[in-house]
């Protein structure tokens, strides 16, 4: 059943209020009736013209809306001056009460608009149908219909138009929890490489366990990738890399790794680059995010290792590449570990800490439990060290000085990181990044 609907007024002029208030009335009538038992949250959407005042806008509104009295509670009026903000405001309503299923009732012109903004905003997590304005005459309109036909994209030039007004809304919101945290290893010199690892401060996302710089979307999460793209935006304006030479290990769980300038993978979970002024970076959101610097031959990686990355070896895999790509050293590569889960919080079943356990017995505490706690961290330094990576070439969190630890547990610190293992499916992701200066 139908959690929201989402009535649009936006496009109509209002020196048709009589009809406007006609049109409502007889929508919320029509809700209210199919709706008696469980009455889903309405919000009506208009147009808040320059130069008035806020709630001015909505008050033609106000005798279409008197007497709904099943759905007072629920139902709200949004006032924006651009569409991309009202329905911005709308998907905070929405996320906050954790609806997923919405109803959009709107004037059939602006269906295909609608769409696009839809696309942007919205992630697969949400289930969308469309209602012409005047066809709310029965309940059949408030069931999830079995097939949606879609209609034509609008003209590219209008798409184009949507996607900057959405921009705009975007970079004009505040950031939230603070401003920008950047963590930074004294092991790789700064004047040749820009480095480092993200923590949950500075963005504007605001779902709580994604609050605020997340980095990463996928269509289980409700973080759209504008927002994303907004998040990184505001990194590489405050650290100084490019965003459009970013580039992100599309992660498998494996030890695949991308050579930059050569063809990609579908998937890797490492990748490395010679070429000055492109940003390498590797998500952690529990896993580590590791980054790799030779300084001799200026060249640079990041490798995502979570558990089953790192039994497959994806840190030294990153590290020969490297070597055969780039005629590196293997005793001049610098390796971090960022913020990761440690072995204070981190567990796995039985079978899977075999694997620890036989690279080091070190690795795995209360090994005869169902579910011994795991250290991947002495893990991955124990697989660098036996690949020739030298100890002190390494930066993980068995650092002497904890005034210069950067590998946090991400589970243990709710305020500063984002974790797979402590938050649940709608998790956040924070990222280290690296690059070659130019």
Not at 123 to 150: G, K
Not at 196 to 218: A, H
Request: glycine letters at 6%; a neutral charge; one cysteine or more.
């Amino acid at each position: 059943m139908v959690e929201a609907i989402l009535i649009d007024l936006f496009s109509l002029p209002t020196n048709s209020q009589n009809n406007i208030q006609g049109l409502l009335h007889n929508t919320l009538e029509a809700i209210e009736k199919c709706s008696s038992i469980c009455a889903p949250c309405v919000y009506v959407m208009c147009c808040q013209r320059q130069g008035t005042k806020r709630n001015g806008e909505q008050e033609f509104l106000l005798p279409s809306l008197r007497g709904f009295q099943s759905l007072k509670r629920k139902l709200e009026v949004v006032c924006a001056q651009t569409t991309a903000a009202a329905l911005y405001t709308i998907k905070q309503r929405l996320d906050e009460k954790n609806l997923s299923i919405i109803k959009v009732i709107l004037p059939t012109l602006r269906k295909d608009l609608m769409k696009v903004y839809i696309d942007h905003l919205f992630t697969a997590v949400y289930q969308f149908e469309f209602e012409d304005l005047q066809v709310v005459s029965d309940c059949e309109n408030l069931q999830i219909p079995e097939h949606q036909h879609e209609g034509q994209m609008p003209p590219s030039q209008d798409v184009a138009l949507i996607q900057s007004e959405i921009q705009m809304h975007l970079e004009s919101l505040p950031s939230l929890k603070g401003e920008l945290t950047i963590l930074r290893s004294s092991l790789i010199p700064g004047d040749i490489f820009l480095h480092g690892f993200t923590t949950r401060t500075g963005g504007i996302s605001y779902i709580p366990t994604l609050s605020s710089c997340n980095l990463f979307c996928s269509s289980k999460r409700r973080d759209p990738q504008v927002v994303v793209k907004e998040n990184l935006r505001r990194l590489a304006n405050a650290v100084g890399f490019n965003p459009e030479a970013f580039h992100r290990v599309k992660v498998d769980h494996a030890n695949a790794v991308c050579i930059m300038g050569k063809r990609e993978p579908d998937n890797y979970d490492g990748i490395v680059t010679n070429q000055k002024g492109v940003t390498l970076a590797a998500p952690g959101a529990d896993c580590i995010p590791v980054l790799f610097a030779d300084p001799v031959r200026r060249a640079c990686g990041a490798a995502h290792s979570g558990w089953k990355g790192t039994l497959l070896g994806v840190s030294m895999a990153t590290v020969n590449a490297m070597v055969s790509e780039y005629g590196c050293n293997v005793k001049d590569i610098l390796v971090v570990l960022g913020p990761s889960v440690g072995p204070c919080c981190y567990k796995l079943p039985h079978e899977s800490a075999k694997e620890f356990h036989r690279i080091d017995p070190k690795c795995v505490r209360l090994f005869d439990s169902a579910s011994p706690y795991i250290d991947i961290r002495r893990a991955t330094r124990i697989l660098l060290e036996r690949g020739g990576i030298l100890p002190k070439n390494i930066q993980d969190d068995s650092i002497t000085d904890q005034h210069l630890n950067i590998t946090f547990c991400t589970a243990c610190h709710p305020d500063k990181f984002y974790s797979h293992f402590r938050d649940g499916t709608n998790f956040g992701t924070q990222i280290g990044f690296i690059s070659i200066k130019d």
